[in-house]
């Protein structure tokens, strides 16, 4: 079964970090690119990091610097490190993938298969 299954998430304070997991199944992660999403109430679903089939990566420039994507191909899992956490970082977390494509890209009109999302919460 083609299944993204995201977890890691929870409440956190500002400056923070948590780490999410995305357990992918059914493909291979290392031959698709997979994206980290996120969507916030009231906002635009907002791309935040990729990492291509090859090991490229990719960030948003609101999260650059402070997220890291990375993946394991004997795990079949990607992760996405999130430190010094802010508030404006809420919302919830998704990981998609592109069946038509090997490159990182943070559009999500372009990925095909979504997980059910993992919500963070930054707050004091």
């Known amino acids: 079964q083609l299944q993204l299954v995201e977890s890691g998430g929870g409440l956190v304070e500002p400056g923070g970090s948590l780490r999410l997991s995305c357990a992918v199944s059914g493909f291979t992660v290392e031959n698709y690119p997979i994206g980290w999403f996120r969507h916030a109430p009231g906002k635009e679903r907002e791309g935040v990091s990729c990492?291509?089939?090859?090991?490229?990566?990719g960030y948003a420039h609101s999260v650059k610097g402070r997220f890291t994507v990375s993946r394991d191909n004997a795990e079949n899992m990607v992760y996405l490190q999130m430190n010094s956490l802010k508030p404006e970082d809420t919302a919830v977390y998704y990981c998609?993938?592109?069946?038509?494509?090997?490159?990182?890209?943070?559009?999500?009109?372009?990925?095909?298969?979504w997980g059910k999302g993992t919500p963070v919460t930054v707050s004091s």
């Open positions: 990492i291509s089939s090859s090991g490229s990566t």
């Open positions: 998609a993938t592109d069946w038509d494509g090997t490159a990182c890209q943070l559009y999500a009109s372009g990925m095909d298969l």
